[in-house]
């Protein structure tokens, strides 16, 4: 049994409201299904669960604003005994006053051995630990008591508490879809929260690598002829999968810094950082790039450019990369120094593909040219290794039929 | 379809990539891109939007021939189906 919580979709918010539950109580939900629609001050997201089991009753209506954290519903195992400790009360004395489900309703979730109300233990604690636990909405039911007989002290409260709030700086940083025609202030702050952070933190170091991109783009080109208008591919496409091919060939890249230590992620979910046309930035992510063609591909940035721009996210997309690619190569920039977005330790920055003088073999001669950046926090990686990905990521360009 | 039906396509089809913008503003010999600010992803979506109303599909050798309004109107009018 687990519980099912009010996600953190960036480091700045707070609280969210639960607009729309997607699921019946008593219905069965897999791992990634959209569960709940919730707002918050950047838009609308759509919210996904991330385990296995059955919906419980909510504890949180629709309408309802609350923390991030707190419990939203209970999701049931089937064929799991009535729980103790992580029961709806234990939730509900969490930070939202939610009420107990109503006796009257039997449910189909008491059928599926949910914890019926009343037979379910009062989580030991103090008076002291527990109005401060409410206070600054913490779920009992998370914290573990060090006192006598495991009884949670005021103490333990507050270190959850800590960690509660060290957690929730170190989630990847998300901006706001901005639907409205403005920028919301809130979006410009987080971006300013994040990229402070990142300069203050993370020792960056840059590199450089200028890739011909003349046979690359003959070869889509080539390709793009023989599809309908709307099956073309866009340059981007090669550089985001080559960028995927090359965190293969260096895993160090794609990953998080947390906790003094490198956590390199076996799955490549690259944040694609979009302007908004009202101003500021989102980077939603890209998921496991490595594992789609080109096509496919195209099909996933378009379907994500598009429900960025009418702030139609999920909660994972703003959470989940592992990496990010800003690609300025539609403006007139040559080079990007990326910041990296924490706790990420990497940024790939693309310019502007255009001729360029270009010497080989004693020649001398005009190809069309990318440059291709590598921000990189040095506490994970050192030059050596980001100078591999760049070379990495050059060979998968030139080999665009593998890609 | 005349000239004018064909600049009203053109036009609408713009605003659907670029919606706070007035395309009608832009000099037909601006580049389009730069003055509506439009990136290569919403400049497909242009060019799929048109070719469905004008059945024209344009190549991407010929993004340079309609990079402004005034080469775009031409190049449309002289393909028509």
């Excluded at chain 1, 107990?100 to 949910?114: G, I, N, S």
């Excluded at chain 2, 600049?7 to 007035?22: G, Q, Y």
Aim: proline content about 7%; hydrophobic content about 40%; aromatic content about 4%.
């Amino acid at each position: 049994m687990g519980e099912f919580r009010m996600p953190s979709l960036g480091a700045d918010m707070e609280t969210g409201k639960l607009v729309e539950w997607l699921v019946m109580p008593g219905e069965r939900v897999k791992r990634g299904d959209i569960v709940a629609t919730v707002e918050t001050q950047k838009g609308l997201f759509e919210i996904e669960i991330f385990e296995d089991g059955i919906m419980g009753e909510p504890l949180v209506q629709a309408g309802q604003q609350v923390p991030v954290g707190a419990v939203l519903a209970m999701i049931l195992t089937e064929g799991v005994a009535v729980a103790a400790a992580t029961s709806p009360e234990a939730a509900s004395t969490g930070p939202v006053r939610t009420e107990q489900p109503p006796p009257e309703k039997p449910a189909e979730v008491a059928v599926l051995k949910a914890p019926a109300a009343g037979t379910t233990a009062r989580i030991a604690a103090s008076p002291s630990a527990r109005r401060l636990a409410l206070e600054l909405g913490i779920d009992l039911a998370t914290v573990r008591g060090t006192g006598p007989h495991d009884v949670i002290q005021r103490s333990d409260v507050e270190q959850a508490a800590q960690a509660r709030e060290e957690a929730t700086k170190s989630a990847p940083i998300s901006e706001q879809p901005a639907t409205a025609g403005t920028l919301q202030p809130g979006m410009r702050q987080a971006i300013a929260a994040a990229m402070s952070r990142s300069n203050r933190e993370i020792p960056h170091y840059y590199l450089e690598a200028e890739i011909d991109m003349d046979s690359p783009l003959r070869w889509l080109e080539a390709e793009n002829l023989q599809r309908p208008l709307r099956d073309r591919i866009l340059p981007a496409v090669l550089l985001l999968k080559a960028v995927a091919k090359a965190l293969r060939d260096v895993p160090e890249l794609n990953g998080y810094w947390l906790e003094d230590q490198l956590q390199i992620k076996p799955e490549i979910h690259i944040g694609f950082a979009m302007a908004l046309r009202q101003g500021g930035i989102l980077t939603p992510a890209l998921h496991a790039v490595d594992r789609l063609n080109l096509s496919e591909l195209m099909q996933a940035m378009g379907d994500l450019i598009e429900r960025t721009r009418a702030g139609r996210l999920r909660s994972s997309e703003m959470t989940d990369a592992t990496i990010t690619v800003t690609n300025l190569g539609d403006r007139g920039v040559r080079t990007v120094f990326g910041v990296i977005y924490p706790p990420q330790v990497a940024l790939v920055g693309f310019g502007r593909i255009m001729e360029r003088p270009w010497a080989e073999r004693g020649m001398l001669g005009v190809r069309r040219c990318v440059t291709a950046t590598l921000a990189a926090d040095h506490r994970a990686t050192d030059g050596h290794r980001g100078s591999q990905f760049l070379e990495a990521l050059n060979h998968h360009l030139q080999q665009p039929e593998e890609l | 379809m005349t000239g004018n039906e064909l600049k009203e396509i053109v036009l609408s089809e713009l605003k659907k990539v670029a919606p706070e913008s007035d395309p009608g503003e832009v000099d037909p010999n601006e580049n389009i891109r730069e003055a509506l600010d439009i990136d290569s992803f919403s400049f497909l979506k242009l060019l799929v939007g048109i070719g469905e109303r004008t059945r024209v599909e344009i190549p991407e050798v010929d993004y340079g021939k309609v990079s402004t309004l005034a080469g775009m109107l031409e190049y449309l009018a002289t393909r028509l189906p």
